[in-house]
């Protein structure tokens, strides 16, 4: 992850829908780009349910929100349709967007270690460099965080 005040390397990953979507997309704007494990679960729905209810003010804010997950776009498309979510949501099911965002390593769930997807949210400027970075934060917090961040 680079850190604050650093650029944030381009990326460009399939969306919900199957289209491509990139960082050069959002020049101009602030970037919420939050890692979530898994769609459909429980911290994950509370995590981007949350970014949902507050992106009227990231809107006002000039920011956009995306989401980023090893999922398949046909499961990112259904849970995003269920929720009513105003953002894309990125497919990554080879972690370079993750791995990037510090969001791929070591896990520790009921005492067993595992290889996945560690909750984090990075903010990223309308230039392109790094705001704020959180790496293994609640679902709660990265909304809370991220909305500081970008909304004040």
Avoid at 13 to 30: E, K, T
Avoid at 139 to 146: F, L, Y
Wanted: aromatic share 8%.
């Amino acid at each position: 992850m680079p850190n604050p005040g650093q650029p944030f390397p381009n990326f460009e990953l399939p969306n919900q829908d199957g289209n491509p979507v990139g960082l050069s997309s959002f020049r101009g704007r602030r970037l919420i780009l939050f890692a979530f494990p898994k769609a459909n679960t429980p911290g994950c729905t509370t995590q981007a349910c949350g970014f949902r209810d507050a992106f009227p003010r990231m809107e006002a804010a000039n920011a956009a929100v995306l989401g980023v997950s090893p999922d398949p776009p046909k499961k990112l498309k259904a849970w995003k349709d269920a929720q009513g979510f105003p953002y894309d949501l990125l497919s990554d099911p080879e972690h370079k967007l993750l791995g990037t965002l510090g969001a791929w390593g070591e896990r520790l769930m009921y005492g067993k270690k595992y290889i996945g997807v560690i909750r984090s949210h990075c903010v990223i400027a309308e230039d392109g460099t790094v705001l704020d970075e959180q790496i293994k934060v609640s679902p709660t917090d990265s909304v809370e965080r991220a909305t500081r961040t970008v909304a004040g």
